[in-house]
């Protein structure tokens, strides 16, 4: 029997709403290298005004205002409402399926925050190709949290192969998408997926433990498999010679610039770090993440945005999601 009516489900998309308006400045904030609690306000990207409580109501202030800043009338992405939008569903849904179908308290918290989560990826590495590493840490200690909670409940779900089951999905997150790296790798002599899809398969594999997140990692495969081919597609198209030009005479193609292709043994130490959370511990220590993986921990973001990806690289973090 379920905790709350049925009809409550509209609190959690209330809710969801809410926390997904707070989403907008994570995904706009985190690439950035920008402090969330700093500015303590919330901003317009073109003209940096501050923003009042009018413009701060979910999905309302945007469509009021025609998806124009109150104050400067530019454009405001369509994002902030969608994520507002999807996150409050997201919520709505957990809501119903928790309290008022079942009555599992524990879990509607952490799948809700870890959803949240992942929604912020999503949007993330559709724009920029990247999943920062804060975001992976963090859902990665939502699962540690999760299992904590298990075994205070003394819930039988806490242990997986005798060790506890966020630890036991982590390391199926990562062998399934390393591995997947490391056969591409082998077999194209291409990098095969990037190192922050197996850092975010560690984070969702420690909140829906192994089986789930076989499950999700072989949906994401196949879903990313058949819409990534369509989006090479689309994009080939797109970005052939003269393709906006009409009929008029197409552009010289510019020359493709090689990229080395990540070195197996690179691959192979990446993946001890990320077993052994040395990513993570990176963090904190920048120096040790150096000398480890061999990069900084946090990119600038000028490098982040400068990067322009070739059509046939597709960001497999949303359909991880």
């Known amino acids: 029997m379920g905790l709350f009516p049925e009809w409550t489900w509209i609190m959690g998309f209330i809710c969801g709403a809410f926390i997904g308006s707070f989403l907008n ?47 400067c009338g530019e454009k ?3 994002r902030y409402f969608w994520v507002e939008l999807l996150n409050g569903s997201l919520w709505a849904w957990i809501w119903w399926d928790n309290f008022c179908v079942g009555n599992d308290v524990l879990r509607a918290a952490i799948y809700a925050v870890a959803a949240s989560t992942l929604l912020a990826i999503v949007f993330i590495d559709w ?69 922050g899809d197996i850092k975010m398969a560690r984070g969702f594999g420690a909140v829906l433990f192994p089986m ?20 090479v597609i689309l994009l080939k198209s797109k970005n052939r010679p003269g393709a906006a030009e009409g009929d008029g005479e197409p552009e010289p193609a510019e020359p493709e610039v090689y990229e080395e292709p990540e070195s197996i043994g690179s691959l192979l130490k990446s993946g001890l770090g990320y077993v052994l959370c040395f990513d993570l511990i990176g963090l904190a220590i920048p120096k040790f993440y150096k000398s480890w993986f061999g990069e900084d921990a946090i990119l600038p973001f000028e490098e982040v945005e400068e990067w322009n990806p070739d059509y046939t690289m597709i960001p497999f973090g949303p359909y991880l999601a």
Not at 25 to 51: A, E
Not at 132 to 158: E, R, T, W
Not at 212 to 231: E, F, K, N, R
């Open 212 to 231: 789930g997140t076989v499950l999700s990692c072989g949906m994401a495969v196949a879903v990313g498999a058949i819409l990534g081919i369509l989006q």
């Open 76 to 78: 405001v992405t369509s």
């Open 127 to 195: 724009e920029l190709y990247i999943i920062p590493d804060q975001i992976n840490g963090f859902l990665f200690l939502v699962g540690i949290a999760y299992n904590v909670g298990l075994y205070i409940m003394h819930n039988p779900k806490a242990t997986t192969w005798g060790i506890p089951s966020s630890i036991a999905g982590a390391l199926t997150g990562i062998g399934i998408i390393w591995g997947i790296a490391l056969f591409g790798r082998l077999l194209f002599g291409k990098d095969a997926m990037g190192h």
């Open 25 to 71: 400045v994570v995904i706009y904030r985190t690439p950035r290298n920008m402090p969330l609690g700093k500015p303590k306000h919330s901003f317009c990207p073109k003209c940096k005004t501050q923003l009042r409580m009018p413009d701060l109501w979910p999905l309302f202030s945007w469509a009021i205002a025609g998806g124009r800043c109150r104050h």
